[in-house]
Every structure is written in C-alpha cells, then in structure tokens.
C-alpha cells in the first residue's frame, strides 16, 4: 500500500534520561562535556528502534495519508503500533473537497492488544474518495505512554546497549570508519517485538 507518514506532534520526553545514559556510558553525574553528544545519541537510538520495528515508542500524533480506501475489506490496519486513537478522518470526494467522515461509521479497534485498526460499523461502507494521491487521511495517536517508563523495559535497555555501543566507538564514526555491528542483545530484543503480519501493507513509506 502506498503511503506517506508525517509527524504532527512529536513525544514530549525521551525513553532514556540523560543522567541513565551517563550512567550506562560510565560517565560523572556532574560532568558535562558530553553532555550534547549523549543526548543526540538518545534521540538516534531511540528512532533506530522506532525504524527498525516500525513502532512508536513514546505518544506521538502522525498522519497516515493513503490513496484509497480498502477495496473489498471492512478493516483498516494503522502502522506504527501501539495505537491509542485516531482523531479524524479525512477524504477528498469525487468533486475534490475535503470531507472529515463521521466516526460513527467506523470503530478504532485497539481491544489492548496491538493490532490497531478502523473497522466499518455495521452497515457502513468506505465513502467514494477521488482518484489522486493521497486521497484519504487519517490523524491517529500512538505509543506506549507519555512516560518514559511506560516504554517496556526490553525496548528501553536496547536503547541503553546502543547509546553505549554508540559512544564507545565515537572516534571510529568521526574518522568515518563506525564499526556498523549492533550488539547482539540489541538484534534479540527487536526480534521480541517485531508486529505482526497484518502491518506487512505499510512498507518503507514512500
């Protein structure tokens, strides 16, 4: 399924406190000169779990732009789980307005499980959007929690294991020569959290 993904509102916190990452790296509670360098190495570690698993970690609010609704299908799956909400829905019609779609036609099925969805409600059917890229959108609320400890614990040591990796072998990605192997317990614990088969629709975006 084609697709673009763009970030409305951005998590609010990170899963790794900086004070965590200096602990984890050996480094002084009141030493400061890495201090700029920990924090940008939270941030990439972070979205290279996000990457790699296509989830979000912490609350985010994104917008899914398709270009048609589902053909033959009542259900809708939404990437990036866990999934807490959709805020709208949106379409352009066949004379090319954008229309919001009442929520009353369609259920946002999370049930605690990860598998975050729209399904029709009964008697409904998806509404005739035009023929264009991008047709449909679709604003939606996902992640774990607002709380860095809402994160699992696994996911949030991954991070931890690569921000220390990471700022071992500073020097090497200075000089260009940044030994690409992940640590081993990294690769095991997002094998533990790689969805499922029903996200295999939302490929690389486009």
Same mark, same amino acid.
């Given at each position: 399924?084609?697709?673009?993904?763009?970030l409305?509102?951005?998590?609010?916190?990170?899963?790794?406190?900086?004070?965590?990452?200096?602990?984890?790296?050996?480094?002084?509670?009141?030493?400061?000169?890495?201090?700029?360098?920990?924090?940008?190495?939270?941030?990439?570690?972070?979205?290279?779990?996000?990457?790699?698993?296509?989830?979000?970690?912490?609350?985010?609010?994104? +917008?899914?732009?398709?270009?048609?609704?589902?053909? %033959?299908?009542?259900?809708?799956? &939404?990437? /990036?789980p !866990?999934?807490? *909400?959709?805020?709208?829905?949106?379409?352009?019609?066949?004379?090319?307005?954008?229309?919001?779609?009442? +929520?009353?036609?369609?259920?946002?099925?999370?049930? %605690?499980?990860?598998?975050g969805? &729209?399904? /029709?409600? !009964?008697?409904? *059917?998806?509404?005739?959007?035009?023929?264009?890229?991008?047709?449909?959108?679709?604003?939606?609320?996902?992640?774990?929690?607002?709380?860095?400890?809402?994160?699992?614990?696994?996911?949030?040591?991954?991070?931890?294991?690569?921000?220390?990796?990471?700022?071992?072998?500073?020097?090497?990605?200075?000089?260009?020569?940044?030994?690409a192997?992940?640590?081993?317990?990294?690769?095991?614990?997002?094998?533990?959290?790689?969805?499922g088969?029903?996200?295999?629709?939302?490929?690389?975006?486009?």
């Open positions: 399924m084609s697709y673009q993904l763009r409305v509102t951005a998590p609010a916190t990170e899963p790794l406190s900086l004070a965590q990452a200096k602990t984890q790296v050996r480094v002084e509670a009141d030493e400061t000169a890495h201090d700029d360098d920990l924090s940008t190495l939270i941030v990439e570690a972070r979205q290279y779990v996000e990457q790699a698993l296509g989830r979000q970690l912490l609350t985010a609010t994104w +917008d899914l732009a398709i270009d048609r609704f589902p053909v %033959g299908e009542s259900e809708l799956p &939404l990437p /990036l !866990p999934l807490q *909400s959709v805020t709208s829905l949106q379409y352009y019609d066949t004379d090319g307005t954008l229309q919001t779609w009442d +929520d009353e036609n369609y259920h946002v099925s999370t049930d %605690g499980s990860e598998n969805r &729209l399904v /029709l409600a !009964p008697g409904a *059917s998806w509404p005739t959007a035009q023929l264009r890229a991008e047709a449909v959108r679709i604003r939606f609320v996902a992640g774990y929690g607002d709380a860095a400890d809402d994160v699992p614990a696994p996911l949030r040591r991954a991070i931890k294991l690569l921000v220390g990796h990471w700022f071992t072998f500073r020097e090497e990605a200075i000089a260009g020569t940044i030994i192997q992940i640590p081993t317990g990294v690769e095991r614990i997002l094998t533990m959290f790689q969805p088969d029903e996200f295999t629709c939302f490929g690389p975006a486009s």
